[in-house]
């Protein structure tokens, strides 16, 4: 999901440098694992007081909200702001993830079967995300498949993103 997020995110925005996109992909992964975590009982809910809410939204104030597969996300700098805090990641932390070959192969099939969304980008960003459900790894549902780990396919990304 980080890298998925991340190359969109540079697709759509290709004014953005690549350290900002890879705070997005990083950023929509946890916005993702958390809504996982709480719909399996293993996060609890949101504590959403007004208070909360009129203190996240000073800290928005000055940072540009980017739009990226039907998130909408505050970035300062070259990072997405969540929980009041920026959200980095760095490359080679998401390159270890994937270990090194994988990674590079990964991301060359995600950007090269993008390019035939040159154009629609609009289109594309609002159907990344169930993209992303098509050609994800599988694994356990529920808690068992929390935090596993399972085989991503490049012929999975190509039917599930060519235009």
């Known amino acids: 999901m980080q890298l998925w997020g991340s190359v969109v995110a540079k697709f759509v925005h290709p004014d953005l440098p690549w350290v900002a996109c890879l705070s997005i992909g990083n950023a929509i992964s946890s916005l993702c694992a ?64 994937f270990g090194g070959q994988q990674y590079d192969a990964v991301k060359a099939a995600f950007e090269d079967n993008l390019q035939s969304w040159k154009g629609h980008e609009d289109e594309l960003n609002t159907k990344a995300f169930h993209m992303y459900e098509q050609f994800r790894p599988t694994v356990a549902s529920g808690q068992k498949g929390w935090g596993q780990k399972g085989e991503l396919s490049t012929s999975e990304i190509a039917k599930a993103v060519r235009r």
């Open 34 to 97: 958390v809504s996982k975590g709480r719909s399996i009982g293993l996060i609890k809910p949101a504590d959403d007081t007004k208070k909360d809410k009129k203190t996240r939204q000073r800290q928005f104030d000055d940072a540009r909200i980017v739009k990226v597969m039907g998130f909408s996300l505050p970035i300062k700098g070259d990072a997405v702001i969540l929980g009041g805090k920026p959200k980095p990641l760095k490359g080679e932390t998401l390159k270890h993830k």
